[in-house]
């Protein structure tokens, strides 16, 4: 995977006909907002890796756009560190009064995908996936004494956590479709292979990013290219995504983004091993295992967990209108850089340094420390603020409750809260 110096960077833009082909590229978390310069200059394979043939970027953007593949297995393994804290006892204070209005934290509601799977936004996890068609998805995240597997087959749709022996069951034509129309295992906005993060991470070209082939590699045994994005911006948090697509058949194999801070990736995701055959049937089938208790997505309604989200949704209405009242989020800057400002629903800050110990009694000791290892407090010609910080969506809250993110730096938020 050596880098390759006859990949270069330069400033032809993709032309208008192939726009469709270049549809895809935007970081993961800012979706919309990136645009790429196109190097046309193909790229040799360096020592060491496969000897493939030559290739522009603009050919493989268009190879992914026009692959058609949907027939797969295989294991990914798929590491987040997005540098928050960990999250340890927090996640245990605020989970606990959720558990305790269900049958003792180990109901069904343990196995409903959209719980389960936002675990995947952190930490290290082990995936076993497989498809055949858009009707017909398995995946199974692998723990070390247990698996949470979800299924889609059809109509029906099931997800069973070993751990605490609970199914859920969704039937009907709507069981897997997304808003869109498109069948789906895994709910809407949770990618959880290359290619879904790929097709996330590559939108438009318009000149705010670089986008080279950068040599070959050799990825669960397959042959590919390594598609390279950098912003040519200064100030975003993104350093570069790196994209190895398979060769062959244009899939994506292997999607890593770097912090431009360095280190370690903000998201890994690649095959370990992966066949492009046809899935046995068995892969798609489910029986509930023996003494699981079976939840079904209308009993879970009249359990009161809809109750739960319609009270949620009711106050999320409210705020919103709230919030229209202060005008949509404005968009600052181009690109990599852009950032959204607007006003928190009814104009509320942090609380101040003389009401925070009234206003922080009810908080967990650990979520409080949570807060504050996230924050750095900041002033400029805006006022004062905190910056909450990861290592690629950075935010700043005003203390007159206006918001500023975007995946850019701390300085940059700054500098924009300053201008506006």
């Known amino acids: 995977?050596?880098?390759?110096?006859?990949?270069?960077?330069?400033?032809?833009?993709?032309?208008?006909?192939?726009?469709?082909?270049?549809?895809?590229?935007?970081?993961?978390?800012?979706?919309?907002v990136a645009a790429a310069t196109i190097g046309l200059v193909p790229a040799l394979a360096s020592s060491g890796d496969p000897d493939l043939p030559k290739i522009t970027a603009q050919e493989l953007i268009e190879k992914i756009a026009a692959s058609d593949t949907e027939q797969f297995s295989g294991t990914v393994k798929i590491s987040t560190d997005l540098g928050i804290p960990s999250m340890g006892g927090l996640a245990g204070?605020?989970?606990?009064?959720?558990?305790?209005?269900?049958?003792?934290?180990?109901?069904?509601?343990?196995?409903?995908?959209?719980?389960?799977?936002?675990?995947?936004?952190?930490?290290?996890?082990?995936?076993?996936?497989?498809?055949?068609?858009?009707?017909?998805?398995r995946l199974?995240?692998?723990?070390?004494?247990?698996?949470?597997?979800?299924?889609?087959?059809?109509?029906?749709?099931?997800?069973?956590?070993?751990?605490?022996?609970?199914?859920?069951?969704?039937?009907?034509?709507?069981?897997?479709?997304?808003?869109?129309?498109?069948?789906?295992?895994?709910?809407?906005g949770v990618p959880t292979t290359p290619k879904a993060l790929a097709e996330q991470a590559l939108k438009a070209a318009d000149g705010t990013t670089s986008v080279t082939v950068d040599g070959t590699a050799r990825i669960a045994g397959r042959d590919a290219y390594r598609l390279v994005l950098k912003p040519e911006q200064k100030g975003s948090t993104v350093g570069s995504i790196t994209v190895a697509v398979d060769a062959e058949n244009g899939v994506p194999l292997k999607f890593t983004l770097r912090p431009s801070s360095g280190g370690k990736a903000v998201v890994d995701a690649g095959f370990t091993s992966v066949d492009f055959g046809k899935p046995a049937a068995s892969s798609f089938a489910f029986t509930?295992?023996?003494?699981?208790?079976?939840?079904?997505?209308?009993?879970?309604?009249?359990?009161?967990?809809?109750?739960?989200?319609?009270?949620?949704?009711?106050?999320?209405q409210g705020d919103l209108g709230k919030?229209?009242?202060?005008g949509a989020p404005k968009i600052i800057g181009k690109g990599w850089n852009s950032i959204a400002e607007f006003k928190t629903p009814g104009g509320a800050a942090l609380p101040s340094e003389a009401s925070k110990s009234e206003a922080s009694k009810g908080v967990p000791?650990?979520?409080?420390?949570?807060?504050?290892?996230?924050?750095?407090?900041?002033?400029?010609?805006?006022?004062?603020?905190?910056?909450?910080?990861?290592?690629?969506?950075?935010?700043?809250?005003?203390?007159?409750?206006?918001?500023?993110?975007?995946?850019?730096?701390?300085?940059?938020?700054?500098?924009?809260a300053n201008a506006g």
């Open 140 to 188: 199974s995240v692998l723990d070390d004494t247990s698996e949470y597997s979800l299924i889609h087959n059809g109509d029906q749709v099931w997800a069973y956590d070993s751990g605490s022996n609970a199914v859920y069951h969704a039937d009907g034509k709507g069981a897997g479709k997304a808003p869109h129309g498109k069948e789906q295992a895994a709910p809407e």
């Open 288 to 316: 509930p295992p023996k003494g699981a208790k079976i939840t079904e997505a209308d009993d879970a309604k009249a359990e009161g967990h809809e109750k739960e989200a319609r009270k949620a949704a009711e106050k999320a």
């Open 323 to 326: 919030f229209e009242g202060e």
């Open 1 to 32: 995977m050596a880098p390759n110096d006859s990949a270069e960077t330069n400033g032809t833009a993709a032309r208008p006909g192939r726009r469709k082909a270049a549809r895809y590229i935007v970081p993961v978390a800012v979706a919309g």
């Open 365 to 416: 000791a650990e979520a409080q420390q949570f807060l504050d290892a996230l924050g750095d407090k900041v002033s400029g010609k805006f006022g004062s603020g905190t910056v909450f910080k990861t290592r690629l969506i950075n935010a700043l809250m005003t203390d007159d409750g206006r918001v500023y993110v975007g995946a850019v730096t701390k300085d940059a938020l700054v500098a924009a």
């Open 93 to 137: 204070s605020f989970l606990s009064g959720a558990a305790e209005g269900g049958d003792g934290g180990k109901d069904a509601s343990s196995a409903d995908p959209q719980a389960k799977l936002t675990e995947l936004a952190s930490g290290t996890h082990t995936l076993r996936v497989a498809a055949d068609g858009p009707d017909k998805q």
